[in-house]
């Protein structure tokens, strides 16, 4: 059985990663500092814990739920499923209806909704510094009847309340992951 392409590509940034220096060395440096400040050794003289390095590459999958991020990817649309049996309209989607234990339908939903519940958040990540104020809260889609946990931009705002409506945005780069849309409050 062959490997993969991404599996090879993963070895191959493996290898490079190792024999890096640069990182090797700043690495190393920074492990030497914590063992010359005694994170080593446990104050209670219990036991002892050595800082080492790990790189590790990894792979997981989707599942029944591919289809929801390979559309956010590559279309910039909205999936949600629907129960065959109730009709029940699950977004994110389901492989199997909550109530009634049924197998699920794909159906594309409205990037416009409603926050379900919200809080601003002023403390961010490097990633959303310049984001900050922004709110993080359940938003639930015109067509759908249950809500998804995302970020939501506030705009000019610095708060936002249950009932605001919101619009879908898609990052210009999408890469197949939760946070390539967000919501936007819709003036």
């Not at 049924?102 to 594309?108: D, G």
């Not at 809500?147 to 705002?157: M, T």
Request: charged share 30%; hydrophobic share 35%.
């Amino acid at each position: 059985m062959s490997e993969s392409v991404s599996t090879n590509k993963a070895k191959e940034t493996v290898r490079k990663e190792i024999r890096s220096e640069p990182l090797e060395t700043q690495i190393d440096r920074i492990m030497e500092l914590q063992l010359e400040k005694g994170y080593g050794i446990p104050n209670d003289g219990t036991y002892f814990e050595v800082p080492d390095k790990m790189v590790m590459f990894y792979k997981y999958s989707y599942g029944m739920q591919s289809r929801f991020f390979r559309e956010v990817k590559e279309n910039a649309r909205l999936m949600a499923s629907v129960c065959r049996k109730c009709g029940t309209v699950y977004f994110p989607p389901r492989a199997h209806c909550g109530e009634c234990y049924v197998e699920t339908e794909w159906r594309e939903i409205s990037h416009e909704g409603i926050v379900m519940h919200a809080t601003t958040s002023w403390y961010a990540t490097s990633e959303f510094f310049d984001k900050v104020p922004y709110a993080v809260g359940y938003v639930k889609p015109l067509d759908a009847d249950t809500g998804i946990l995302q970020r939501i931009d506030l705009g000019i705002r610095e708060t936002i309340k249950p009932g605001t409506r919101v619009i879908a945005v898609f990052a210009e780069k999408r890469k197949g992951k939760a946070s390539d849309f967000w919501y936007r409050v819709k003036e």
